[in-house]
């Protein structure tokens, strides 16, 4: 004869095996009982599990194994558990952040966070040399951005062991870095810019400019095509 469990196998495949078990745990309790329970008992398993990832040290093996779990969960309680744990260990933390799936954050203790900051897919931020990112700015898919050169200028050894020159680079608040942007070392974006897709940003870009090409050339500025007509309705 078949078990309880046994039977309800399609169901662990499914929901997933923790659901299941909690389904078995509370099977006593009425169904709208039934059902918070569950939910209480998953939220505390993801809990208890970012809780142990925040206290284990950056760049240790436990770090990357469960950086790679949180990087990938779906959904909004993926957001949430990134956002916790990429703040923890942020240099300044940042409220209202939106980090989607398959963000990658290297050497997360040299960033600076801002508010309200929205990441897109695929992201990969290296804040080894400093990142300061402003509030309010959005970074569209696939943007990368490097905060250190590798050193190459002797030739009697490999560039890979000649060490690295750190470059912070700093983003101001109200600043959309499009899709497949690299922005090199070094490079400060002033408020309000905008770095169109697939653009390289390097050295300094003025206020609300906006940026093109590689490496990035100023293409415009904005707000610039409202100014006729606000000039016109003046006169
Ligand atoms: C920068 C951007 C916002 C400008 O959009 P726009 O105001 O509609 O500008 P236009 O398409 O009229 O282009 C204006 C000029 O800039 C050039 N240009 C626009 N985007 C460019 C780009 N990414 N690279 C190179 N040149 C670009 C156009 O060729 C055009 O040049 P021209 O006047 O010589 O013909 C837009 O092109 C862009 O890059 N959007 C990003 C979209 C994205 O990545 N979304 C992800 C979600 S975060």
Known sequence: MQTAMQRDGGRAARTGVLPTLSVYLWRGFPRPLRRLAKRIHC???FDSFVLAL???PVNSERY????????????????????????HYFRRKGAGLVISPGVCIEHPGGLEM???????RNVWFNAV???RIGDSCGFGPGVVIHTANHNYERTDIPWLEQGWTMKP?????????AAAVTVLPGTQIGRGAIIAAGAVPRGSVEPYAIMAGV?????????????????????
């Open 54 to 56: 925040r206290a284990t």
């Open 129 to 131: 040399g400093g990142l």
């Open 114 to 120: 801002g508010n309200g900051v929205t990441i897109n």
């Open 169 to 177: 680079v700093s983003i101001g608040e109200d600043v959309w870095v």
């Open 215 to 235: 490496p990035a050339r100023r293409i415009g500025t904005r707000g610039a095509a409202a100014a006729p007509a606000s000039a016109a309705t003046d006169s």
């Open 64 to 87: 990357y194994w469960g950086r790679e779990f949180v990087i990938h969960m779906p959904g909004a309680i993926g957001n949430t558990y990134r956002s916790l744990f990429y703040n």
């Open 43 to 45: 939220l505390a398993f």
